[in-house]
């Protein structure tokens, strides 16, 4: 009995959301930190690795992405998943600072080879079965997945520690990293176009990385977007100063993890939607971004711990905003390069997130946190400005004719 395309798209769809979900369902999370500190490390130390983390996937960022392009993407997702998680193993085989250096620096790459490849795959085997149109669903479903695992192993870290202490939370973390390797291998590598060059190996790579770059500086819609999806993602720094103004503003240390959550299931809200969003105007998505700002700054300035409420809604917000202004960029990508361009918005978010960050260690010596939180209302009416005067007007779940690859620039696998 032959197997519907329609089938087929479900199968991917599952694929995905497991893989996605078992990449979050990582209980060591929250509690790496006091690993480490229990070892002996300072919080000096500590920074240290974590810069390394952060220099790691900022260097590999674009790199990774040609290689996305060049080489099976099922395998890099597999390879990257594995890596982490023998990582993380080695924190409990042999505890100590340069086994911690290790495992940040095997994270680093994961998150680096995973950024863009993911996309990608699932876009172009979508298209290929003739359910380009469920991309949107289907990515946006996943990015709520992720969130919802995110907050399942923030959850379940504390009872695992009580019964298993640190042994049982790492055995976990890397069992849901072995099941991820093994869930990825199962993904289809889909025919695409690859660029052609007249020699093989690091000239192929360069000429992908070329290509990649030049729709990006070729093509404005693509840049346009590429700017937009970057500066939304990397406004999700401001998560990271939620506890401290949940605690500013009144909120018992004991009810702080409780509202911390709470931005974390209205962004997997705001994935969901997103998702079903493909075919949202331009107007609509300027509104919905813009009500950003006023959230933003009405939270901060409640004074009161349920303000969170208001900057949750605020959170969801851009995290549709991200999956929609991703979405609206593999739409615009008509070359073979889609994981390097898709890497070159994850880089311009690493970016970005390095301003806010200094952005926000200045503001914090002649403002308290609630005046931080306000401020970030204003970068959002900014970048809702850019929605209305850069989103393309066609929506993007409107159907288009196929772009025929150059002769002279690529092949067909």
Request: proline share 5%; glycine share 10%.
């Amino acid at each position: 009995m032959s197997v519907s395309r329609g089938q087929r798209a479900n199968a991917t769809a599952i694929r995905l959301w497991t893989f996605m979900g078992l990449m979050e369902l990582v209980p060591l999370f929250p509690l790496y930190p006091l690993l480490f500190s229990d070892h002996g490390l300072s919080g000096s130390a500590i920074s240290s690795l974590l810069v390394l983390w952060s220099m790691t996937t900022f260097v590999l960022e674009i790199p990774s992405g040609a290689l996305g392009d060049l080489l099976s993407r099922r395998l890099l997702l597999a390879f990257s998943v594995l890596l982490r998680a023998g990582g993380f193993s080695l924190w409990f085989i042999a505890p100590g600072y340069w086994s911690f250096a290790v495992g940040f620096l095997c994270w680093g790459v994961c998150d680096a080879l995973t950024s863009g490849t993911l996309e990608s795959l699932v876009y172009d085997e979508l298209q290929d079965r003739g359910e380009g149109h469920a991309y949107g669903p289907v990515m946006g479903t996943g990015r709520a997945i992720s969130l919802l695992a995110t907050l399942t192993a923030l959850l379940l870290a504390g009872p695992l520690f009580v019964l298993g202490g640190y042994g049982l939370v790492g055995a976990v973390s890397v069992g849901a990293g072995v099941a991820a390797t093994i869930t990825a291998l199962t993904f289809p590598n889909p025919p695409r176009h690859e660029i052609e060059s007249e020699r093989g190996g690091f000239h192929r790579y360069l000429a992908t990385f070329k290509a990649g770059f030049g729709e990006v500086r070729r093509e404005r819609a693509v840049m346009r977007l590429v700017l937009i999806a970057a500066i939304l993602q990397s406004m999700t720094a401001i998560d990271e100063y939620f506890p401290l103004l949940a605690h500013e503003n009144g909120a018992a240390k004991s009810l702080i993890p409780v509202l911390v959550a709470i931005p974390v299931l209205c962004a997997s809200v705001g994935s969901w939607i997103a998702g079903r969003s493909t075919g949202v105007s331009r107007r609509t998505a300027f509104l919905t971004v813009a009500a950003t700002g006023p959230l933003l700054l009405l939270g901060a300035q409640s004074h009161h711990q349920w303000g969170m409420l208001s900057i949750a809604v605020a959170f969801g917000i851009i995290q549709w905003g991200i999956v929609v202004s991703g979405l609206w960029l593999q739409d615009a990508i008509v070359g073979s390069a889609r994981a390097t361009i898709t890497s070159v918005a994850g880089f311009g978010a690493e970016v970005s997130s390095v301003g806010w960050y200094l952005a926000a260690a200045t503001a914090l010596t002649v403002t308290d946190v609630s005046g931080l939180t306000s401020w970030f209302s204003l970068p959002c009416l900014l970048i809702a400005g850019l929605t209305w005067f850069w989103f393309p007007e066609r929506p993007a779940s409107e159907p288009t004719e196929p772009t025929e690859p150059q002769p002279t620039t690529y092949s067909k696998r």
